[in-house]
C-alpha cells in the first residue's frame, strides 16, 4: 500500500462539510478515506465519476405565477398528455428524489 503523505486543501461552505462529515461518519467513513476514494475514482473512470450537466428545463415555482401563466402551464401539461409524452407518477417521484436528494 502507498504511504499517505500528499495533502489536499480545499475551502468549502461550511453546512456542506457538516452534512457530507455526518453522513460519512454514519457510514464509518473517515473524510480522508472518502476524498482518496473520490480521487481514484476520477482516475478509473478518467474523468468525474459522476454525470455534471445543466438540468435542460428548471421546475417552475407555481406559486410566482400569474393566473395566465398558470393556466399556460396546464395547457402545456395537457398537450403533453394528449401526444402521449407522459411518465409513471412514480419514475416522475423516483427523479425528483434523486435530483434534489430527497
Do not use: C, H, W
Amino acid at each position: 500500500m502507498a504511504t499517505k503523505s500528499a495533502n489536499v486543501y480545499a475551502r468549502i461552505e461550511p453546512d456542506v462539510k457538516e452534512q457530507a462529515e455526518g453522513i460519512l461518519a454514519a457510514l464509518g467513513i473517515p473524510a480522508s478515506n472518502a476524498i482518496n476514494m473520490f480521487y481514484k475514482q476520477i482516475i478509473l473512470q478518467r474523468g468525474l465519476p459522476f454525470e455534471v450537466k445543466m438540468p435542460s428545463a428548471r421546475p417552475v415555482d407555481v406559486s410566482a405565477l400569474s393566473e395566465a401563466q398558470m393556466n399556460a402551464e396546464l395547457e402545456k401539461g395537457y398537450a403533453d398528455m394528449q401526444a402521449g409524452r407522459t411518465r409513471s407518477a412514480k419514475s416522475v417521484f423516483a427523479d425528483l428524489r434523486k435530483d434534489y436528494n430527497l
